[in-house]
């Protein structure tokens, strides 16, 4: 039950003391991570370490200066990784077919599933966690960095570090928002003012309307956080991304 409140309180940290992590902590929670479901028991995935500050001022230029880069002493970055797998099939005279877009899926589930474990380990060791979106942005940049081979792709990154804050719980859409029972009912109208209307009302929103000077939230997310033309970018630099690392490969 302790783990379960652990989960419940989970907040992301985004300030962190220099405070190192121990070995044996940190050992523990990429054990944990090891032990998440995977696909077919093959852990497609691997999980790259970083502490060494030089590195993490590399890592904190790709992140788009991220203050939380530089100050927590331990990054981990996530992988989708077929190059593992198909390396020990070929040793074995078994000829892989993992090399397209349904193994990135089934390998990048396994590396978040692996993420998710860190995460709680590290919450469990009363440790601040944050992911960072910007791994995919610049998954090119990540991939000469730390040296990945044809067949990986960093998927997320976990920022790992003792907290040099406690941000209040961030609101969530009640469970009826995201749980359907038997059969995917589609919302009304009605029914999306009503899921929204207590995010829609926080302080927190009317302040940031104020601050971005748009009429509604929904306006925040589409003109200022997740914009299309950004979007479109990144996703083309990502599929170029698959392609160069050998996981789109569609042909008989």
Known sequence: METLKTMLDHRSIRKYKSTPVSEPVLQNILKTATRASTTGNMQLYSIVVTKDE?????????HFGQDMVLQAPVLLTFCADINRFNKWCKLRDAQPGYDNFLWFLNAAIDAMLAAQNAAIAAEDHELGICYLGTTTYQADKIIDLLNLPYGVVPVTTLVVGYPDEQPPLTDRLPLEAVVHYESYADYNEQIINDLYLEKENLQLTKELLKENNL????????????KKDDNLHF????????HKQGFMNHDE
């Open 54 to 62: 030089e590195k993490r001022k590399a890592m904190h230029t790709i």
């Open 215 to 226: 009429e509604n939230l929904a306006k925040i997310f589409t003109e200022r956080r997740y």
């Open 235 to 242: 996703s083309k630099a990502f599929l170029n991304t698959l």
